[in-house]
């Protein structure tokens, strides 16, 4: 059996180009990317035997002394292990020593991270934030809506198109919407959101494909879909003039559940409009379906005009 060879970039260079090519989401890919560039770094920096459990546990408690939190250590160790499992698949290295590096095991996590969320005011206040006398303004105003009123991912968004959202048992539902993981859900919408959409469309002259749209210097639109980044850059715009400087995308998802459970919606409710990765363990546990006349963001508490 051939050998991965510590100093052969061509071959490592192979070896991540598959084990990215297996990944679905444009963010795994990334972070995936950054944490095998940054194992490779390391290991090539010094003379390392050939790789190994010792290896990678050496590599794991390096990451340790320079104070990385468990979520960047744990992240970076399933890139190696999965760089790992395509070097056995290709007879790169013995499969039983592919198994002892699976069994490397991550670091624990202490306490709970408590995240940021907005209250009801801040959320009125950042969907209110766009001026929607401008087209600009309508398609941000729209934006916010579904990130709050719906916990969509950025990426989410960014990927909604009209044809998702459709009419179910009388309310506004994003429809068979595919998530983390390959994950499909359905996502109830209030009748608010939808009309922050209806506006935005109108305005900008669309009704099929891509819901959220680029928009030029010149005002005016075009045919590619907003990105992530983009999103991203679209709330920094408005936060920073609201003293909200920190609050992310992934924070309005937050502040979903967070208004959510206030309001008292039941809490598999909103698992099930999160999608959560142990919502069919829910399901089979507490035998619940999802209700879309009584949904979670019926209970955000949110008055629009």
Same mark, same amino acid.
């Given at each position: 059996?051939?050998?991965?060879?510590?100093?052969?970039?061509?071959?490592?260079?192979?070896?991540?180009?598959?084990?990215?090519?297996?990944?679905?989401?444009?963010?795994?890919?990334?972070?995936?990317?950054?944490? /095998?560039?940054?194992?490779?770094?390391?290991?090539?920096?010094?003379?390392?035997?050939?790789?190994?459990?010792?290896?990678?546990?050496?590599?794991?408690?390096?990451?340790?002394?320079?104070?990385?939190?468990?979520?960047?250590?744990?992240?970076?160790?399933?890139?190696v292990r999965k760089l790992v499992v395509e070097a056995a698949?290709?007879?790169?290295?013995?499969?039983?020593?592919?198994?002892?590096?699976?069994?490397?095991?991550?670091?624990?996590?202490?306490?709970?991270?408590?995240?940021?969320?907005?209250?009801?005011?801040?959320?009125?206040?950042?969907?209110?934030?766009?001026?929607?006398?401008?087209?600009?303004?309508?398609?941000?105003?729209?934006?916010?809506?579904?990130?709050?009123?719906?916990?969509?991912?950025?990426?989410?968004?960014?990927?909604?198109?009209?044809? #998702?959202?459709?009419?179910?048992?009388?309310?506004?539902?994003?429809?068979? /919407?595919?998530?983390?993981?390959?994950?499909?859900?359905?996502?109830?919408?209030?009748?608010?959101?939808?009309?922050?959409?209806?506006?935005?469309?109108?305005?900008?002259?669309?009704?099929?494909?891509?819901?959220?749209?680029?928009?030029?210097?010149?005002?005016?639109?075009?045919?590619?879909?907003?990105? #992530?980044?983009?999103?991203?850059?679209?709330?920094?715009?408005?936060?920073?003039?609201?003293?909200?400087?920190?609050?992310?995308?992934?924070?309005?998802?937050?502040?979903?559940?967070?208004?959510?459970?206030?309001?008292?919606?039941?809490?598999?409710?909103?698992?099930?409009?999160?999608?959560?990765?142990?919502?069919?363990?829910?399901?089979?546990?507490?035998?619940?379906?999802?209700?879309?006349?009584?949904?979670?963001?019926?209970?955000?508490?949110?008055?629009?005009?």
């Open positions: 059996m051939s050998e991965l060879v510590r100093d052969d970039r061509a071959q490592w260079e192979r070896l991540k180009a598959l084990a990215l090519d297996g990944l679905t989401s444009p963010n795994s890919k990334r972070a995936y990317e950054s944490a /095998l560039n940054n194992f490779l770094t390391w290991y090539r920096a010094e003379l390392r035997p050939p790789i190994s459990k010792a290896v990678v546990n050496s590599y794991k408690a390096h990451l340790e002394a320079r104070g990385c939190g468990a979520s960047t250590i744990n992240g970076r160790l399933s890139a698949d290709n007879g790169l290295i013995d499969p039983e020593m592919a198994a002892g590096i699976g069994r490397v095991r991550g670091v624990g996590r202490r306490g709970v991270r408590l995240g940021n969320w907005l209250d009801c005011h801040q959320a009125q206040q950042l969907i209110q934030a766009p001026d929607i006398a401008t087209i600009t303004g309508k398609r941000d105003r729209a934006l916010f809506a579904v990130l709050i009123a719906c916990g969509l991912r950025r990426s989410e968004a960014a990927g909604l198109e009209f044809e #998702d959202i459709q009419q179910r048992q009388q309310r506004w539902v994003i429809v068979d /919407l595919l998530g983390k993981h390959g994950r499909m859900r359905s996502v109830p919408m209030p009748g608010w959101a939808k009309a922050d959409i209806d506006r935005w469309s109108t305005a900008a002259g669309i009704q099929t494909g891509r819901v959220f749209r680029p928009i030029n210097r010149g005002g005016r639109l075009t045919h590619a879909s907003l990105t #992530d980044k983009c999103i991203w850059s679209t709330l920094r715009k408005y936060t920073a003039g609201l003293g909200l400087p920190k609050i992310a995308p992934h924070d309005l998802r937050r502040t979903y559940a967070k208004l959510a459970h206030q309001g008292h919606a039941p809490i598999e409710q909103i698992q099930l409009s999160l999608g959560h990765e142990s919502i069919q363990t829910t399901e089979r546990y507490l035998g619940v379906k999802q209700n879309l006349r009584d949904a979670p963001c019926d209970h955000l508490g949110i008055q629009m005009e």
